[in-house]
């Protein structure tokens, strides 16, 4: 069992910056791809970032790519989603998702969501 605990999410101007960190529970990220997804009112969750713990490749979805980073914490247990030049597009609950060895369109973890509010 892993447990998820994001936290970093807020109300910002467009063109600021946001830090969303998502923390393991009791446990390392080694072995895991962890991700980020968020769901905006009225509209379906989309894949927004995802990071191979043990060999560090990312891969970012189009929306975002250029402007979110995702990062390992040194610590093994935390990972990062720096949003850089935020829209008003992607104001959504961002949740972290994790999943073991390999990645999966549905992660078997996830934390509880972050809220993140960009205006205009």
């Known amino acids: 069992q892993v447990l998820l605990v994001e936290s970093g999410g807020g109300l910002v101007q467009a063109g600021d910056s946001l830090r969303l960190s998502c923390a393991a529970s009791?446990?390392?990220?080694?072995?895991?791809?962890v991700g980020w997804f968020r769901q905006a009112p009225g509209k379906e969750r989309e894949f927004v970032a995802r990071i191979d713990w043990s060999i560090g490749t990312t891969l970012y979805a189009d929306s975002v790519k250029g402007r979110f980073t995702i990062s390992r914490g040194n610590a093994g247990n935390t990972v990062w989603l720096q949003m850089n030049s935020l829209k008003p597009e992607d104001t959504a609950v961002y949740y972290c998702?994790?999943?073991?060895?390999?990645?999966?369109?549905?992660?078997?973890?996830w934390g509880q969501g972050t809220q993140v509010t960009v205006s205009s």
């Open positions: 998702a994790a999943n073991r060895w390999r990645w999966s369109t549905a992660p078997d973890y």
């Open positions: 009791g446990r390392t990220f080694s072995s895991y791809v």
